[in-house]
């Protein structure tokens, strides 16, 4: 094989990577969103448009896409849905809108969610959320609206996520919530009724070594 022959070889191939990365990348994403369908209970049949034998999911209901044809939107808020998340919805990297309230959604939150490095709001309340408030939501850095109020989460509200610069309205009210509430960085600034109808023992000391009492 000449030389030329073999640089040809070479460009060709760059190209086909080229032609197809994109639809890769659409692809991993349009994976995610079926294995979530897969993960749910759909009595109003409000994903039956989430068909996986196209190629894009941005022309399925409920999903919103960017002129990049990644998904950046989700929303399937009050939409009869069970069942519960799981980490496949990491790949959603360019995910900004996660939008679940008022279904009746269960299990834990995955902490694969705090990969979502452009998520700017994160809706899951009034659902059946169980477990921790995963640590891993410090990394979302653009995230200014994160709301899981009125579930049943246990444990504290992790300390890390006062690292949240970008956040305005945190809700946590109504679920079963212990230790103290941190202050430092936005969360001196957010009201009494984000923490309501917790075990929250109030605010924690300004000073002290932060110490999770009775949690
Ligand atoms: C929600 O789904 C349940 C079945 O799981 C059904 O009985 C109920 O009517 C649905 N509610 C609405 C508002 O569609």
């Known amino acids: 094989m000449s030389s030329s022959t073999a640089s040809l070889i070479f460009l060709n ?10 639809s890769l990348s659409t692809n991993s994403e349009g994976n995610a969103l079926h294995a979530l369908r897969t993960r749910l209970s759909d009595p109003n049949n409000v994903l039956q448009s989430w068909d ?3 190629v894009n999911s941005c022309t399925w209901f409920h999903v919103t896409c960017d002129s990049n044809n990644h998904v950046i939107r989700l929303d399937l808020g009050n939409s009869n849905i069970s069942g519960s998340l799981g980490p496949e919805l990491a790949q959603l ?3 900004q809108y996660l939008e679940l309230y008022n279904n009746n959604i269960n299990g834990n939150i995955p ?7 452009n998520l700017i709001s994160m809706d899951l309340y009034n659902n059946n959320f169980q477990g921790n408030i995963p640590k891993s939501f410090a990394n979302l850095k653009a995230i200014k609206f994160l709301r899981l109020n009125n579930n049943k989460l246990t444990g504290s509200i992790p300390r890390e996520l006062t690292r949240l ?9 109504n679920n079963d919530l212990c230790g103290t509430i941190p202050v430092d960085g936005n969360f001196g600034s957010f009201p009494p009724q984000s923490y309501e109808n917790n075990r929250l023992n109030g605010p924690e000391l300004k000073g002290l070594v932060p110490y999770d009492f009775g949690c």
């Open 93 to 95: 990297t360019h995910l």
């Open 165 to 173: 610069q970008n956040l305005k309205i945190f809700d946590v009210s």
């Open 52 to 54: 996986p034998t196209l």
């Open 111 to 117: 902490e694969e969610l705090g990969n979502l490095k």
């Open 13 to 22: 191939i760059i190209i086909l990577f080229q032609c197809f990365l994109p």
